[in-house]
């Protein structure tokens, strides 16, 4: 997965971290989500994905949030000719009276090599984000997972307000200390979070917004010869998205956090070409793996943001 893919996704996640209205006392939310509810007895909270699991049974609950336009667009596409074309025959379709919003129910079946399999397909809107639940439920488990025990799941679904900071960094295979007055802008589960001045509903992608913000990710592999860093970082720099002009100032190696590190000093224009940035790129290297710190400010913002970019920097640790 590359930088650019991993921002993208950064951005499509910061849904599910965000404000919008509605909750719910007996829902049960995964780690990370915004989207919970009441899951049937037998099943527990996945740790592969959003949602609830029962693995012996190989029967699952996704949650996905996206954004609040995908309703009406899903109103639209979920249709009986769609569905036979992703293998799934259509048995029922209903509108489910929600407190958080309008939703339907879309209920039906597929064979999956030579499985029947049960399906169902919730969508859920709110003001702000769209819930789309799917439910999957082999023949096998139909007796564990009954039509009933499922409905009364579904409706039982709510959106908290927000994620919990310390839930949303705990989702990270590394420990963040110091947020340095940025607020969360979005995480990558086991991967890579955003930190950023931009408010939670500013408009368009966080990576391309002017306000300061930085990028923390661990990625595998890395140089084990010093003599091969400047090149490996100028490649991983290179992958940067949504920079133009760009003029490395400086890259030289740095120590960070105790281990061996460099660092990439550049001048560069956002996508317009209308604003000047100052960019930097931090690597630490450790083990099979290394950390990628890229620290992103406007040049006239540059003296109050690089002190709070080396603050993150200092406070990151391994778990």
Known sequence: MTIAMILRLLTVLALALGATPASAADAAYPPGSR??????????TSKNFFGYEDPNSNAAIILLALPAQAYADLDKSVTADALKRQGV????????PLSIGKAFLVTGHQEVENNKIRKWIFVAGSSTLTALVT??????????????????ALTTLAIRDSVPVDEQ??????????????????????????????????????????????????????????ADRDAFARDVFATVPNLKDIRITTSEPLRIGGQQGHQILAEARDPTGTNVLTVVQWLRFGGSAYLQMIGIARADGWKDAYPRFRSVRDGIDAR
């Not at 509810?37 to 099943?43: D, H, Q, V």
């Not at 439910?135 to 009364?152: F, G, N």
């Open 35 to 44: 989207i919970g509810l009441a899951p049937p007895a037998g099943m527990v």
């Open 89 to 96: 025959t259509l048995e029922t379709r209903e509108d489910v």
């Open 135 to 152: 439910v999957q439920i082999p023949e096998a488990a139909k007796a564990l997972y009954p039509d009933a025990a499922i409905r009364a």
């Open 169 to 226: 960094l705990g989702l990270l295979p590394f420990k963040v200390n110091e947020l340095a007055g940025f607020r969360v802008g979005g995480v990558v589960p086991g991967r890579a979070v955003m930190l950023s001045d931009a408010p939670a509903d500013a408009p368009g992608p966080l990576d391309v917004r002017l306000e300061p913000h930085i990028f923390v990710a661990i990625s595998p592999g890395a140089p084990m010869q010093t």
